[in-house]
C-alpha cells in the first residue's frame, strides 16, 4: 500500500471523527484509524502489512491486535493481523490466537487463517497451545498439517507423539507429510516413536526413503533406540523381521542401517556384533560389501581397536569405492599397525584403489614410511602403463605423462609424513598447520587432534567445518565430535562455534554438493545443543 494512500484514509477518518489528535505512525490509534479507512479487505492487508515493516510495532499495539483478530471477519486480514502478533511473539496473544484457529474449517480462507495463527503461535513458542495445535494434525490442508508438525515439533510436545507417529505411518498420507512427522517424532524424543522410526527406516513409498529421517530421528533420541537397534543389529528382533519380510524389504538391509545409527550414537555394545558383520556372507556381493562397509565405518567412528587387525585384511579389496570404507575406518582408528597392509594394497588394483592406499599411508605414517612413498612413486609409470594397456581409460593417449602426473601426486604425500614427524603427538604443532593445510593435510592434523582429544583446539579445528572438499570436511567434523567428547571440550565447542555452525547449515540447505556430509554436520550441532 502506497504511502500516499495511508496518509488519504488517515486524512478521511480524521475529517468524519471531527479532527484527529494524534497522527504519531508509532502509535497504535495511527494504524487502528488507517484500517477504518480502508473498507476493502486487500487494503486492509496492506495497511497491516505496513505497519509490519514500519519498525514502530512494539508491546503496546498488543490490545489493538487481540481486539482486531476477535472482531476481523475476512479471514485473509485475520491471516495478516495474526503474522503481525508473530512477530511480537509475546505469551499474551496465546488465548486470542488460539480462539482464532478453525481444525474444521474445509474453504482455503479459513485454511489460511489457521496456517497463520500456527505459525503465530509457533513463534510464541508457549507449550499451552499444544491442546489446541494436535487437532490441526487431522486439518484437511495439507499447509496447516506441516506447520502444525513443525510447531510441535519444536514444543517437544508429548501429547502429539501418538497423532505423530499414526501420521508418519499414514500410507494415505503425502510422503513429505510422513517425513515432517518423522522429523518431529526425533524432535520431541519420545521412546514411544522408537518401534515406528525403526520401521520407517527401511520404508519406501512412491520411491521415496525416509531413512535420513528416520535415522536423524533415532540419533536425537539416543539411548532407547540404541537399545531397540542392538538386538536388530544381531538379526534378533523376530518382530520386525517378520514385519520386514512381508514389506518385502531385505532382511540385511536392517543389520546395515542399524549399524549406521548405532556408529552415529558410539554406542560401544554394538563392537562385538559390528566386528562379526565384517565377515558378512551374502550371495548378493553388493549386499555383502554394503553390509561391511557400514560396519566398518562404525567401528572407525567409535575408535574400536579391535577392529584393526580385520579391517587390514581387507584392504586388499579390488574395488575402489569399498577399499575406501575399509581405509577410512583405519585411518580413523590410527596407529601404525595398519601400515604393512596399506604399503601391500597401495601395490595392487587399479589407480583409484591404488591411490586409496597411498592416501591411508600418508594418514597413518611418519618419515619412516618416506622410502615407501618413494617406492610406490618410482613403480606407478609402469603401473600406468600397464593400466592404459589393459583399459585404455582417460588419459592413455599420453600414458608417460599420466604415469608421471600419478607418481608425482603419490610423492606429494611426503609433506604430510614430514608434518608427522616435526608434530609428533604435539597439538599445538598441528593446530598451526590448519589454516593453511590442503585437503590431505587438513586430515590428518584434525585426525592427529581428535584422538589426542585436545579440546582447547577445538575451536581452531571447528573453523574449517565448512571445507568444501567433503571428504576433508567428513574428517575435520568426525574429529570435532572426537573432541566434544574430551572434558570440557563441548561446552568450549558450543560457546564458540555453535552459532558460525547453524549459519553455515542454513546458508548451505539445498546445497547438493554437501546434503550428505551435512548430515554428520546437523548430528554434531545437536550434541553441542545439549552440552
Same mark, same amino acid.
Given at each position: 500500500?502506497?504511502? %500516499?494512500? !495511508? ?18 505512525? #508509532? ?19 496492506? !495497511? ?5 515493516? %514500519? ?21 485473509? $486480514? ?29 474453504? $482455503? ?38 506447520? @502444525?508438525?513443525? $510447531? ?61 529421517? %528416520? ?111 575399509? !581405509? ?75 604415469? #608421471? ?25 598441528? %593446530? ?7 585437503? $590431505?593435510?587438513?586430515?590428518? @592434523? ?29 574428517? !575435520? ?13 563441548? #561446552? #568450549? ?17 539445498? /546445497? ?5 556430509? /551435512? ?13
Amino acid at each position: 500500500m502506497s504511502r %500516499s494512500f !495511508v496518509a488519504l484514509s488517515l486524512a478521511v477518518s480524521c475529517l468524519a471523527l471531527g479532527g484527529c489528535k494524534k497522527e504519531d505512525p #508509532k502509535t497504535p490509534e495511527y494504524w487502528q484509524s488507517s484500517l477504518e479507512g480502508a473498507k476493502r479487505p486487500d487494503d486492509r492487508v496492506r !495497511v497491516i502489512e505496513s505497519m509490519r515493516t %514500519s519498525g514502530n510495532v512494539n508491546e503496546q499495539f498488543l490490545p489493538f491486535l487481540h481486539a482486531r483478530l476477535s472482531s476481523e471477519r475476512k479471514p485473509e $486480514v485475520k491471516a495478516a493481523v495474526a503474522r503481525a502478533l508473530g512477530d511480537l511473539h509475546h505469551p499474551t496473544s496465546l488465548e486470542p490466537l488460539t480462539a482464532a484457529l478453525d481444525p474444521g474449517a474445509s474453504d $482455503v480462507p479459513a485454511q489460511q487463517v489457521n496456517k497463520a495463527v500456527v505459525g503465530a503461535l509457533g513463534r510464541i513458542g508457549d507449550e499451552r497451545a499444544v491442546p489446541s495445535l494436535v487437532p490441526l494434525l487431522r486439518s484437511k490442508d495439507n499447509y496447516t498439517r506441516i506447520e @502444525a508438525i513443525q $510447531v510441535l515439533g519444536a514444543l517437544k510436545a508429548k501429547p502429539a507423539v501418538e497423532p505423530l507417529i499414526q501420521l508418519a505411518t499414514d500410507e494415505s498420507a503425502e510422503p513429505f507429510l510422513n517425513k515432517k512427522a518423522i522429523e518431529a517424532l526425533g524432535q520431541i524424543g519420545d521412546p514411544r516413536a522408537v518401534p515406528a522410526l525403526m520401521r520407517t527406516l527401511t520404508k519406501e513409498r512412491r520411491g521415496m526413503s525416509f531413512y535420513v529421517e %528416520s535415522s536423524f530421528a533415532l540419533f536425537q533420541l539416543g539411548a532407547p533406540a540404541a537399545d531397540a537397534l542392538l538386538p536388530v543389529l544381531d538379526g534378533k528382533d523376530a518382530e520386525l523381521l517378520t514385519w520386514a519380510k512381508a514389506q518385502g524389504v531385505n532382511p540385511a538391509s536392517y543389520p546395515m542401517k542399524a549399524a549406521q545409527v548405532l556408529g552415529d550414537l558410539r554406542e560401544k555394545r554394538a563392537v562385538p556384533s559390528l566386528l562379526k558383520q565384517l565377515s558378512f556372507t551374502h550371495s548378493d556381493p553388493q549386499i555383502q560389501a554394503l553390509v561391511r562397509m557400514q560396519a566398518a565405518d562404525a567401528l572407525g567412528r567409535m575408535r574400536a581397536p579391535e577392529a584393526v587387525k580385520p579391517l587390514s585384511g581387507l584392504v586388499g579389496e579390488p574395488d575402489p569405492t569399498v577399499r575406501d570404507a575399509y !581405509v577410512r575406518a583405519l585411518t580413523l582408528l590410527g596407529g601404525r599397525d595398519a601400515l604393512p597392509a596399506l604399503e601391500k594394497a597401495a601395490g595392487s588394483g587399479d589407480w583409484y584403489a591404488r591411490e586409496i592406499a597411498v592416501k591411508g599411508i600418508a594418514l597413518l605414517g611418519d618419515a619412516r614410511e618416506q622410502p615407501v612413498l618413494a617406492k610406490l612413486a618410482a613403480a606407478e609409470p609402469a603401473r600406468t602403463a600397464a593400466d592404459c594397456k589393459e583399459t585404455g581409460e582417460e588419459g592413455c593417449e599420453d600414458a608417460a605423462a599420466l604415469g #608421471k602426473k600419478r607418481a608425482d601426486q603419490v610423492q606429494g604425500h611426503a609433506a604430510v609424513l614430514e608434518a608427522a614427524q616435526a608434530c609428533n603427538g604435539d597439538a599445538a604443532c598441528w %593446530s598451526q598447520r590448519l589454516p593453511k593445510a590442503n585437503a $590431505v593435510l587438513l586430515q590428518r @592434523a584434525a585426525l592427529e587432534l581428535g584422538r589426542l582429544g585436545a579440546a582447547d583446539q577445538g575451536p581452531t579445528l571447528a573453523a574449517r567445518l565448512a571445507e568444501r572438499d567433503t571428504e576433508a570436511r567428513a574428517t !575435520v567434523i568426525q574429529a570435532v565430535d572426537w573432541l566434544a567428547d574430551a572434558p570440557g571440550g563441548a #561446552k #568450549k565447542l558450543r560457546d564458540a562455534s555453535l552459532p558460525a555452525l547453524k549459519k553455515q547449515l542454513e546458508d548451505e540447505k539445498g /546445497n547438493s554438493n554437501f546434503v550428505r556430509v /551435512n548430515e554428520d554436520l546437523r548430528r554434531l550441532m545437536v550434541k553441542l545443543e545439549r552440552a
